[in-house]
């Protein structure tokens, strides 16, 4: 069965930086594109930013340019999200989600990560 | 940026009712239109991608139409395990958007 596992979620106070990890199984992340999706809590759907195959290629939704990065490292299979300067905004709970560069669309899904930012 | 919407924002129905969804683009997006599902507390789920394809394991009660700026979700015999909320996504440019979304409950 395809999972995405996602983990480096808590509380942080604004400001402060956290960094999520998503690893796969079953699933070779290598081979997709790959994104971050955040639902802050009783919200709709916001998509956060993408990354290709090799990393060299990342986009970004305007709210979080300058403050999060995508990366990822294949051989470990994984994906990452580096928050920093966080906002009482970016509460919300974090999937790493693959990507279809063909129609565009998301999936797999992780069961996600709830980050806090709170004082 | 593309902006998405969707109505209703929510409906009622009894199980076997038919229930269309409807997502509108504000510019022209071809047949890039995704519909997923989510349940509370539970990660979304792929169901319609390029507009009317039915996302593998999918229930064929589901089917999606549209192209341009105007798309439908159609469940055509509702039943108790679709509750829940729906959203369409654009998937023709960056930034990738979202409807607001479209809670379905059954009567």
């Known amino acids: 069965e395809v999972q995405l596992v996602e983990s480096g979620g808590g509380l942080v106070q604004p400001g402060g930086s956290l960094r999520l990890s998503c690893t796969a199984s079953e699933f070779t992340l290598s081979s997709s594109w790959m994104s971050w999706v955040r639902q802050a809590p009783g919200k709709g759907l916001e998509w956060v930013a993408n990354i290709n195959e090799d990393g060299s290629d990342k986009y970004y939704v305007d709210s979080v340019k300058g403050r999060f990065t995508i990366s990822r490292d294949n051989a470990k299979n994984s994906l990452y999200l580096q928050m920093n300067s966080l906002r009482v905004e970016d509460t919300a709970v974090y999937y790493c989600v693959g990507w279809s560069s063909s129609w565009g669309g998301f999936d797999p899904w992780g069961q996600g990560a709830l980050v806090t930012v709170s004082s | 940026d593309i902006q998405m919407t969707q109505s209703p924002s929510s409906v009622s129905a009894s199980i076997g009712d038919s229930v269309t969804i409807t997502c509108r683009a504000t510019?022209?997006?071809?047949?890039?239109l995704a519909w997923y599902q989510q349940k509370p507390g539970k990660a979304p789920k792929l169901l319609i991608y390029?507009?009317?394809k039915l996302q593998s394991g999918v229930p064929s009660r589901f089917s999606g139409s549209g192209s341009g700026t105007d798309f439908t979700l159609t469940i055509s015999s509702l039943q108790p395990e679709d509750f829940g909320n729906y959203y369409c996504q654009q998937a023709n440019s960056f930034p990738l958007t979202f409807g607001p979304g479209t809670k379905v409950d059954v009567k």
């Open positions: 390029v507009a009317s």
């Open positions: 510019q022209g997006i071809s047949s890039y």
